[in-house]
């Protein structure tokens, strides 16, 4: 029992055990950013049976992988709650902890591996085609991508596959929780001001309006909500700065912001260095870019069709010709 104990405590603070690898604690830090629902006493049962086996380390590895994707794509996509698999994941961890299942055969890692997989299939398109939909509503409310819940964990992802092995430039505890009257995931070029009151400079102003002069009003919302205009921040700011310019986000200007997209978060400078100016043009190849990035990390298999609902912006590819 105090075994097993440890092994819990290391599915609350992974990155502090002394009784899991490190391959083991990033694959669990992964699930607890996601939320870890219905997964601990199964986790528990794994670890418990098999992390001193060094013949089942990469699967328990895997697994826990396949934990972590079904995860995204069950909870984060299809937006379903846990208690449709709760009894399930709970009969498997004492599956786990025993070695058979309700029939006494024999049960282990494999089984849940095998399952997982399963569910994982079965469930993808479904999951896919919710979260098309649910984007579409996002926008037909004006706020766009800024909407989903997943939208921390996903640029959190994204931003660890950017650093590599370099050091941490982003910390999630302030990114996931910025704070009262702070954002840590910005829109590159802003919503439109409509009645808001926003104190953005003149100058500002016209930067933005001077260079997406030839979209519409709905088009301009549709550019500022989509995926490729989102950025994740190395440092919260206060909302009324997404109003400045390009170049004042690029390399801020008397310390307004702590950090400038040049020396920020390893998202931010593949932006600053990609882009001189900031365009539709730019929003479309980022959005494009971020889909796949998504279709391929999570094993989504999008077809064209699905790949084109979750980018949007067709209008601004019959505009780049």
Same mark, same amino acid.
């Given at each position: ?58 699967? =328990? ?14 909870? +984060? ?57 649910? =984007? ?5 409310? =004006? ?163 699905? +790949? ?7 209008? =601004?590819?019959?505009? +780049?010709?």
């Amino acid at each position: 029992m105090e075994n097993r104990d440890r092994y819990r405590e290391a599915t609350f603070s992974p990155e502090t055990s002394g009784v899991i690898s490190n391959a083991v604690k990033d694959r669990i830090s992964q699930i607890n950013r996601q939320g870890m629902r219905c997964f601990r006493p199964l986790i528990t049962a794994i670890l418990s049976r098999y992390s001193a086996d060094e013949d089942k380390a990469s699967l =328990v590895e895997e697994t826990l992988a396949a934990i972590e994707r079904f995860s995204f794509i069950y909870f +984060m996509l299809g937006g379903n709650g846990s208690s449709g698999y709760r009894k399930e994941f709970s009969d498997m961890a004492r599956f786990v902890a025993r070695g058979k299942d309700a029939d006494g055969a024999a049960f282990g890692i494999e089984n849940v591996l095998a399952r997982l997989t399963d569910l994982t299939g079965s469930n993808r398109e479904k999951c896919v085609k919710t979260f098309m939909d649910t =984007v579409s509503g996002y926008f037909a409310d =004006v706020g766009g991508y800024c909407r989903w819940k997943g939208i921390h964990y996903f640029f959190y992802e994204y931003e660890c596959g950017k650093r590599g092995d370099g050091e941490s430039r982003l910390s999630w505890d302030t990114f996931a929780r910025p704070g009262k009257n702070r954002v840590s995931v910005e829109r590159i070029l802003p919503q439109p001001q409509g009645s808001k009151t926003v104190a953005a400079a003149e100058e500002d102003i016209r930067y933005w309006s001077g260079r997406f002069s030839e979209f519409s009003g709905g088009e301009r919302n549709e550019l500022a909500g989509a995926i490729g205009n989102l950025l994740a921040l190395s440092r919260n700011i206060d909302p009324a700065l997404q109003y400045q310019s390009y170049p004042k986000k690029r390399r801020p200007e008397n310390g307004e912001r702590e950090r400038g997209y040049c020396s920020g978060s390893y998202s931010e400078m593949e932006v600053a260095q990609e882009n001189d100016d900031w365009t539709a043009a730019g929003i479309y190849e980022r959005s494009v870019k971020l889909i796949r990035f998504m279709n391929e990390r999570w094993g989504l298999n999008l077809s064209g069709e699905q +790949m084109r609902r979750l980018v949007r912006l067709e209008f =601004v590819a019959e505009y +780049m010709g």
